[in-house]
């Protein structure tokens, strides 16, 4: 995507690349079809701007956070396919870490044991790919190989990442802001083998002249999808929080400079810093089914024929008459943490009809993100008023509607949905002066949408307190 001083888009183009699935649980993507795609991407989008890539101030990347590619850099060939955020085949290693071990993960890391993060992958990798003990062997999220690709590979690429994507690896220290050796041996990874940890708007290196841009530009912004929308939303402050609503759900805090450690099932990651800036942290809690329970809706129960159709059915009732959905399809993230939860419909009378459980899970999605919101409240003690928000669901107005309700606050949507893109360009501009300052981003920041709350706080709490007692019935379903 191509920005503008204003911050729209002058240009873009997308591809696809492939899932690969080898085994039950595990999920890979090819590293050297996502650089492919990349420059296809590239050339594309600076067509239909119709503009050189010498007209462009900077670049910036964003990428899906954990997964871990490893490649040779003599050859410039992926070693192994890159594993993918979604991959479990870790569980075992980390089920084996010792209790003051995973203490000390948790620590220094803020996050939980799980083999979402990027520090298991590369174990597995280094214990079942004999070339990853290589000298040659380099490591890195998705940022890192195109960072090495774009500034040259063989010829000499930047190996290099920002404090967002390594805080997802279970290696970084959040107070040091760099690889830790205790870390590293708890997980056998060797520091040569892994990127520079850089801010998250500075100058990484140029582009290859001989690459798709043609010519030496700075690339200047690297964030970590999530961060990204953080930093696309200018939710630059203590207490500002966005959250993404796709087929599962991301809600970030920005907790300023402090390192808040969640008492309530959140993770502690990095937010972004800029340059030399102090860091600024953020509590973040995910939420594994939300836009899916729509899909579900569609294609497994025939309720609706397009996911779109959803907000029209759910209107054509005015409350869900008591029923309540918890699609805890594969358990609960947060605050709960429970893999032991199985999905469940409660609530149920004769008088129940098809535009009840659309209206109910509509509202699952609104109780989820209010139960993460909630939590951080609690562990940030920073009173929540107004919670901006992008991605899918964004567009059901009446979702959005039940959102301000459930949770007694505004909601905001920006006219620019493609935040996570924009997070990325914004951190690029800043470090090359192409934006001066913070305060210049948040002046062209446009609202498309406002949502503010209808309901009563009794209303609110009498319906919370039922949701509630609906996820507890989810609990121990195989005991």
């Given amino acids: 995507m191509i920005f503008d001083h204003a911050g729209k888009v002058v240009g873009q183009h997308q591809v696809e690349h492939r899932q690969i699935m080898p085994h039950a649980g595990w999920v890979e993507h090819d590293a050297s079809e996502i650089w492919e795609r990349t420059q296809e991407v590239i050339v594309a989008a600076l067509k239909q701007a119709d503009i050189l890539g010498s007209d462009l101030a900077a670049i910036g990347i964003t990428n899906q956070r954990e997964t871990t590619v490893v490649w040779d850099v003599t050859t410039g060939q992926p070693l192994s396919n890159a594993i993918v955020w979604q991959d479990t085949r870790s569980t075992e290693f980390l089920s084996g870490l010792t209790p003051e071990d995973q203490k000390t993960i948790r620590y220094k890391t803020g996050l939980t044991i799980a083999p979402y993060f990027s520090g298991s992958k590369i174990n597995w990798l280094l214990s079942n790919v004999p070339q990853t003990h290589s000298a040659n062997a380099r490591f890195g999220t998705i940022d890192s190989w195109l960072l090495w690709n774009l500034t040259g590979g063989v010829r000499g690429g930047v190996h290099a990442t920002d404090v967002t994507n390594a805080s997802r690896t279970l290696l970084m220290d959040l107070e040091t802001l760099d690889w830790d050796p205790q870390l590293l041996s708890i997980f056998g990874v060797s520091r040569d083998s892994l990127p520079v940890i850089n801010s998250s708007s500075e100058q990484f290196g140029l582009t290859d002249p001989h690459g798709p841009f043609g010519t030496a530009i700075p690339i200047a912004g690297i964030l970590g999808d999530q961060q990204a929308a953080m930093v696309g939303q200018l939710c630059f402050d203590r207490g500002e929080s966005k959250t993404t609503y796709g087929t599962g759900n991301f809600a970030l805090l920005n907790t300023g400079t402090e390192i808040v450690r969640s008492k309530n099932g959140l993770l502690t990651t990095v937010c972004f810093k800029f340059g030399d800036e102090p860091a600024r942290y953020a509590l973040e809690g995910s939420v594994a089914v939300t836009g899916s329970a729509i899909q579900w809706l569609r294609d497994q129960l025939g309720v609706i024929t397009h996911a779109a159709e959803v907000e029209k059915l759910a209107s054509s009732v005015t409350d869900t008459a008591g029923v309540y959905f918890v699609p805890a399809f594969s358990g609960l993230f947060a605050p709960y943490w429970r893999s032991d939860a199985r999905g469940a419909i409660v609530g149920l009378t004769r008088a129940a009809t098809k535009a009840h459980l659309a209206r109910a899970a509509l509202e699952a999605i609104c109780y989820q993100t209010r139960d993460v919101m909630d939590a951080m409240v609690a562990d940030s003690g920073v009173p929540m008023t107004e919670m901006r928000v992008d991605g899918g669901i ?85 005991q």
């Fill in 394 to 478: 964004t567009a059901n107005s009446l979702c959005m509607q039940m959102q301000a309700d459930i949770m007694g606050i505004e909601i905001s949507k920006p006219l620019i949905a493609e935040t996570t893109a924009l997070g990325a360009a914004y951190a690029a501009g800043l470090a090359v002066g192409f934006w001066s300052t913070q305060d210049e981003l948040r002046e062209q920041w446009q609202e498309s949408r406002h949502w503010s709350p209808t309901s009563t706080h009794e209303s609110r709490e009498v319906g919370y307190a039922q949701w509630r007692k609906a996820v507890e019935k989810t609990f121990n379903w195989e």
